[in-house]
């Protein structure tokens, strides 16, 4: 990567360019983000996930950069028209963008008009009526001294027609003219969408409706809109295009290339008006320089750069739709895998009509202690039957928590569980949770080789349980494509996509951490520096030798190496370990720092593994001299505080602080909702003004955009997401209407305004202060004024002055006009200078056009 851009990205992240260095040199040599973010602190503090793919992704860019541009310049070599200047520019190119637009005009086309023109000799007219330095009056005149027959210029209109082509290409190509479009176009292009021309099923016209007749600038389309809009198209529900500004194009263009601007266009367009040529030769002789230029630059905007400018832009509103939808994603996968576990007795329910409702009866790790189906939905309805065997299970188990899926039956299932709880006056709560992928996970191989004596129903009751007891540990056994949101997952790319869910996995599974004897295969296959081959390995390896003893015991799994003993070691705990250490998250090639630590501490090693010797450690914490060990050890300082935590607390869980299942014992309805009371939901929907969100009542509430957060919100987008799991209270209940409104505002929490806050004093206070100064305020309007709004009685207001005329000026109107006179300009303060107009000549050069001479060489 070059120094430059390498300094760039650096101090984006905070970064210095040697750390940047580093980090990049780490990760092409196989170390993971995880590994690097913890052990390697002195290049890493502070820096999030998103910083290091934005390396990467950085670090390819410019890669890929770099091949193109190594390409282009050997291209312009074979054909002998490489100069220093282009070379210069090329080499300065910044992006993918800047470099094709140096290289565009010198690019080999075949059939070329303007390239063929330019060898018929046809570049000094043209560059005559492009430069505007001398006038023009009649172009078919200035054309007669190019007809040759030699070149194959027969008559005048072959020769104007030429020089249209040229003049239109040179427009179209100059990089300073299409950066100015660009600017152009994101500032006053349309977004406009519209519903197919083919029939719709009913159930798009619902989802779509919003957007059949959706117009709004481009530059305010929120990326949430864009993905709607692609997901429509992708449906073939919506049609849509952006739309360029051509007239804002024309006004740029007549900025840079006309004389007298943007007037001399209007005076063009006036007298022309739709009568502006294209490039038929015997329409071009009439015209004078000035107005065949105008012909030349609406051609080139309407024919090229219009299209050119709106194909960009439309990449761009897509790259940033995905992108939203990339990070929506990666937002809903690291919730449900970072949920916090509730580590209870439970009940698993798997909710069915025909097939029945699978039970499981699970123990506080996971264990299945029995399994049963009961049928109180239609068609048997044997409803007392289920209660029986519920009641029995919960009593004969100790059973906690019931968790019910949400599929079918769900809602007769829950209030089934309601009812029995209200009967039996148990303590037993229950809570309702997403069954998405767990028919596909029952019915799997994998099931079947933990599960093999369980029907796949009731390993469907077992998996739901479990994914409640340890999230994490669950959800990684299902295909994480089907944890994604739907609306969004479809409209991303595949491949993205895929490394966004194996890097968030990864992500989470080494924040937690595996243990070595415990942990499923699916686990293991995502921490830091195994993967699926040496996963497998170390599953086979203690399924014939038994559990592993220590850390170093890695070593001896096959096809685990060094390498990848250094990166997953530290991610990879061993319970009951002959050294305490093994059960932190301390490297091993830390270690002898470890016990240096506990040196400092009077702790012993061995003492460390009981619950009396952390407590030691975390107390006599302060005692440990940091900079010492830092100077002796060469160990950065933050990694240092690491190890000395995890000597007084090994591996905390991350998840503790995160969202816990929400537990209930009775099925709220609208009728029993309450003001401030508090709820978790889902979001269902988001639209302009609030977001509907699931409460679990049977009707959805609404967050008004007011009500999202205690700040100013401009939009809901940019709080929010569909499938977000948000903790909201209740303001107010129709409950005649079935609405309800929603906060997710603290109740006493102040609503921050926009600008300052201007606190109005009453009328009295302020006609007392008037009195005192001795100012007249009026009841009534001046005689024979025209009655006009308080904010337009300013002395410089024309209506107010219009008002006055002819009439003697009250104390109040002295008093306002005296104060709104202009201030006298100080005989020191010199005047701003008045810009200077853009002279004719030496236009082309201060274009940039010096390289326009070499345009158009024949190739060789």
């Known amino acids: 990567m070059p120094e430059k851009a390498l300094k760039n990205v650096a101090s984006k992240h905070h970064l210095t360019a040697e750390q940047a260095a580093e980090i990049l040199r780490l990760l092409d040599s196989g170390f993971s983000i995880p590994y690097i973010m913890r052990y390697h602190k002195e290049l890493a503090a502070g820096l999030e996930p998103a910083g290091f793919y934005e390396l990467i992704e ?173 997901r429509g198209k992708r449906l073939r529900a919506l049609q849509y295009e952006v739309v360029p500004p051509l007239e804002a194009m024309m006004q740029a263009a007549a900025e840079l290339y006309l004389a007298g601007g943007t007037s001399q266009l209007d005076q063009v367009q006036s007298e022309l008006g739709e009568g502006l040529p294209g490039a038929e030769g015997a329409a071009l002789k009439n015209l004078n320089g000035t107005e065949f230029l105008v012909a030349c630059i609406k051609h080139s905007l309407t024919t090229v750069l219009a299209e050119v400018t709106a194909r960009e832009l439309d990449k761009d509103l897509c790259k940033k739709a995905e992108q939203l939808g990339l990070d929506i994603i990666r937002r809903n996968l690291d919730s449900l895998l970072m949920a916090q576990p509730l580590r209870k007795r439970m009940l698993g329910i798997h909710p069915g009509y025909r097939t029945g409702c699978n039970l499981a009866a699970l123990d506080e790790d996971g264990k299945v202690l029995e399994t049963t189906t009961v049928y109180p939905h239609a068609p048997l309805n044997k409803q007392e039957a289920a209660k029986e065997t519920l009641s029995r299970l919960i009593e004969q188990h100790g059973l906690e928590v019931a968790i019910i899926g949400d599929g079918t039956g769900s809602e007769e299932t829950e209030a089934l569980m309601a009812g029995l709880i209200a009967e039996t006056s148990g303590e037993l709560r229950y809570s309702v949770v997403s069954e998405v992928g767990i028919e596909t996970y029952a019915s799997g191989r994998a099931a079947k080789d933990e599960l093999p004596d369980i029907e796949p129903g009731e390993r469907s009751a077992v998996a739901l349980a479990r994914r409640v007891q340890d999230p994490l540990c669950e959800l990684v056994k299902v295909n994480p494509r089907e944890l994604c949101p739907e609306p969004y997952a479809d409209e991303v790319n595949g491949g993205a996509l895929k490394k966004l869910l194996d890097r968030t996995i990864e992500e989470c599974v080494c924040k937690v951490g595996v243990d070595a004897n415990r942990a499923h295969y699916s686990m293991l296959r995502h921490v830091s520096g195994l993967g699926p081959d040496k996963a497998l390995e170390l599953v086979e390896y203690r399924d014939k030798r038994g559990a592993l ?301 010096a390289s326009i001479e070499k345009r158009g060489k024949r190739s060789e």
């Open 58 to 230: 950085e670090k390819r860019r410019l890669e890929k950069l770099e091949s193109r541009r190594r390409k282009i310049l050997k291209k312009l070599e074979e054909r002998d028209i490489l100069t220093d200047e282009l070379r210069e520019k090329i080499e300065r190119a910044a992006d993918m963008r800047e470099l094709i637009d140096y290289y565009v005009p010198y690019r080999p086309r075949k059939r070329s008009r303007s390239r063929q023109a330019l060898a018929q000799g046809l570049r000094p007219l043209a560059t005559q009526v492009l430069s505007q330095q001398e006038f023009i009056p009649h172009m078919g005149e200035a054309a007669e001294a190019c007809v040759s027959a030699e070149q194959g210029l027969e008559g005048v209109e072959g020769v104007l027609e030429g020089v249209f082509h040229i003049v239109s290409d040179w427009v179209a190509e100059e990089k300073g003219h299409r950066d100015r479009q660009r600017e152009v176009v994101r500032r006053d292009a349309m977004l406009v969408a519209s519903r197919s021309g083919r029939s719709v099923p009913s159930r798009l016209i619902r989802e779509f409706r919003s957007y059949f007749d959706f117009r709004q600038p481009a530059a305010k389309v929120h990326p949430y809109h864009m993905l709607c809009i692609l």
């Open 549 to 849: 003893k220590n850390r170093q015991e890695l070593r001896d799994v096959p096809k685990i190496d060094q390498a990848s003993y250094e990166q997953a070691a530290g991610f990879i705990k061993v319970a009951g370990s002959d050294n305490p250490l093994d059960a932190t998250r301390i490297h091993p090639r830390v270690y002898p720092v470890a016990e240096a630590i506990a040196r400092q501490m009077e702790v012993p090693i061995a003492d460390l593994a009981t619950e009396e010797g952390r407590q030691k450690a975390g107390e006599r914490a302060s005692q440990v001299k940091l900079a010492e060990l830092e100077k002796e050890f060469g160990v950065h300082y933050l990694l240092l505080k690491d190890i000395v935590a995890e000597l007084s607390e090994p591996w905390p869980d991350p998840r503790k602080d995160r969202q816990a299942p929400v537990l209930r014992q009775q099925r709220l309805t609208v009728d029993e909702l309450e003001p401030e009371q508090w709820f978790v939901g889902t979001v269902r929907n988001i639209v302009d003004f609030g977001v509907f969100v699931d409460i679990g009542v049977g009707e959805d509430g609404l967050i008004h955009i007011s009500e999202l957060s205690d700040g100013y919100v401009q939009s809901p987008y940019d709080v929010v997401c569909v499938g977000d799991r948000v903790r909201v209270r209740v303001v107010r209940v129709d409950k005649e209407k079935r609405r309800i409104a929603l906060s997710m505002r603290k109740e006493s929490a102040p609503r921050e305004r926009r600008g300052h806050e201007r606190r109005r004093r009453p009328a009295a206070e302020s006609r007392a202060e008037a009195r005192r100064a001795d100012v007249e305020i009026p009841n009534h309007r001046p005689a024979g004024a025209i009655q006009t709004p308080r904010s337009t009685l300013g002395g410089q207001s024309r209506r107010f002055k219009k008002a006055v005329i002819g009439e003697p000026l009250s104390k109040t109107q002295q008093q306002i006009l005296k104060k709104s006179e202009p201030r006298k300009p100080v005989e020191d303060e010199q005047e701003p200078s008045e810009q200077k107009k853009p002279e004719a000549g030496g236009l082309l050069e201060k274009l940039d056009f």
